[in-house]
């Protein structure tokens, strides 16, 4: 039935859509995010990340870029985005305005569309990986609330069931969800968020995770202090953080996962298949990771009177 809804309110979406609404759109977005991503190259995990968890709360619809509001506080204040770097959305919020500064464009493109299409699929492109043609026609959605986060996101300690349960859900496949997973070859997370891998914090019976290499462990163990800074952050792939591309796969091959729910595609038989190909693999992982963006990019699309297009990215018309 979820894949039914999915397939049913992605059919507005297709190329070109705003060739005779917004006609350079796409190159107005390009030009703002390379912009930003000039000036921090924070502006590349930060988007893509905000793509990711906007997509997975409530659909592609931009509701995690909307500010909290008097007593209703909206998904940007979760606890599990209150760890969202600013970049991201200070990208889409000054996209909008490129776009919007444009008569014939002025709110006619959404910020769905800016953020799931256009602003992730340049920043990948932007860090090193590929580019690909985006579909668009999304509305924005009328609704962000607190409690609709819960639950819907992954998690670092999640096991590969969990992960695969997850994805599922949204129509993805366990290959999306491995091939998605690079997504953490860019960017950094803060110390508390892994400490349970590198130390014992955990009852006896439990050890220092058996699958991560001791050299990496030593290494997070000298940057991340045993009385955890919870504001100290650690580049996801210790061997090209700043590019976007398969190392993340051929990290895992040397036990170099970061979190649990990183590691787990490889010690896990079932998905070490995929990683072992992928790492060898860059041009077939960059297919595998342009087909699953896609798909990602279709979930919960807004349509007719479910959704609008925002004057302001981060309120309600």
């Not at 997975?56 to 760890?83: R, T």
């Amino acid at each position: 039935i979820y894949v039914y809804f999915l397939k049913w309110h992605s059919a507005q979406l297709r190329r070109n859509y705003y060739a005779n609404i917004c006609p350079n759109v796409e190159n107005i977005v390009r030009n703002a995010v390379t912009k930003k991503f000039q000036q921090t190259f924070v502006t590349a995990p930060a988007t893509l990340r905000l793509f990711f968890h906007d997509c997975f709360i409530q659909g592609c619809d931009a509701s995690i870029i909307v500010a909290s509001s008097g007593n209703n506080k909206a998904e940007k204040d979760h606890p599990d985005n209150l760890s969202l770097a600013g970049d991201g959305f200070d990208t889409v919020i000054k996209a909008k305005a490129a776009v919007d500064a444009v008569p014939r464009c002025r709110n006619k493109v959404s910020c769905a569309d800016i953020l799931v299409a256009m602003a992730a699929r340049d920043v990948v492109a932007l860090a090193g990986g590929p580019s690909y043609a985006v579909e668009l026609g999304r509305l924005d959605g009328l609704s962000s609330t607190l409690a609709s986060v819960n639950g819907n996101l992954p998690e670092p300690d999640h096991n590969l069931n969990k992960l695969t349960s997850l994805f599922a859900k949204r129509g993805l496949t366990r290959n999306d969800m491995i091939a998605l997973s690079a997504a953490h070859s860019l960017g950094f997370s803060h110390c508390d968020k892994f400490s349970k891998r590198v130390y014992n914090f955990l009852p006896p019976r439990y050890k220092m995770d058996p699958t991560m290499n001791k050299t990496y462990a030593k290494q997070l163990r000298g940057m991340c202090p045993k009385n955890v800074d919870p504001r100290v952050a650690i580049n996801m792939d210790p061997v090209t953080p700043r590019t976007f591309d398969n190392q993340y796969f051929k990290n895992l091959q040397n036990g170099m996962g970061l979190f649990t729910s990183d590691q787990v595609l490889y010690s896990d038989k079932r998905s070490r298949p995929a990683v072992n190909f992928y790492a060898q693999n860059q041009k077939g992982f960059e297919n595998a990771f342009i087909s699953a963006m896609t798909k990602v990019g279709r979930i919960g699309v807004r349509t007719g009177a479910k959704g609008n297009i925002r004057r302001n990215c981060a309120a309600f018309n």
